[in-house]
């Protein structure tokens, strides 16, 4: 499921969660986040209903950038049971993250 939420919230939904997750960071005005965000909408999200997925619009977002070092979007994060286990930044490997999934799923 698609969520999109914001700074005082992901930390929270991150600490919390008992499954994995994935934490998309974007920025506002960012076309390669865009287009990474449509392919995330029109395959991960389709392949994995039970995966939750929360965008994160990291230009208003100072305090998460800083704690898990985000430099450059898009940067998409891994996280299960509130540990990271995997990152992508600026390009995404859409077959190593489908790879890591399909551990998860199948």
Same mark, same amino acid.
């Given at each position: 499921?698609? !969520?999109?939420?914001?700074?005082?919230?992901?930390?929270?939904?991150? #600490?919390?969660?008992?499954?994995? =997750? =994935?934490?998309?960071?974007? $920025?506002?005005?960012?076309?390669?986040?865009?287009?990474?965000?449509?392919?995330?909408? /029109?395959?991960?999200?389709?392949?994995?209903?039970?995966?939750? =997925?929360?965008? %994160?619009?990291?230009?208003?977002?100072?305090?998460? /950038? $800083?704690? !898990? %070092?985000?430099?450059?979007?898009?940067?998409?994060?891994?996280?299960? /049971?509130?540990?990271?286990?995997?990152?992508?930044? /600026?390009?995404? #490997?859409?077959?190593?993250?489908?790879?890591?999934?399909?551990?998860?799923?199948?």
């Amino acid at each position: 499921m698609i !969520h999109y939420t914001d700074d005082n919230k992901i930390q929270n939904i991150i #600490d919390n969660n008992e499954k994995l =997750i =994935i934490v998309f960071g974007k $920025g506002e005005n960012c076309g390669v986040c865009h287009a990474v965000e449509d392919r995330v909408n /029109r395959t991960i999200a389709l392949q994995y209903p039970d995966l939750d =997925i929360f965008y %994160l619009t990291i230009d208003n977002s100072p305090t998460f /950038r $800083g704690q !898990h %070092l985000i430099f450059t979007v898009p940067t998409l994060l891994v996280f299960d /049971r509130n540990k990271e286990i995997h990152r992508e930044s /600026r390009i995404i #490997d859409f077959s190593r993250l489908e790879r890591l999934l399909s551990l998860y799923f199948d």
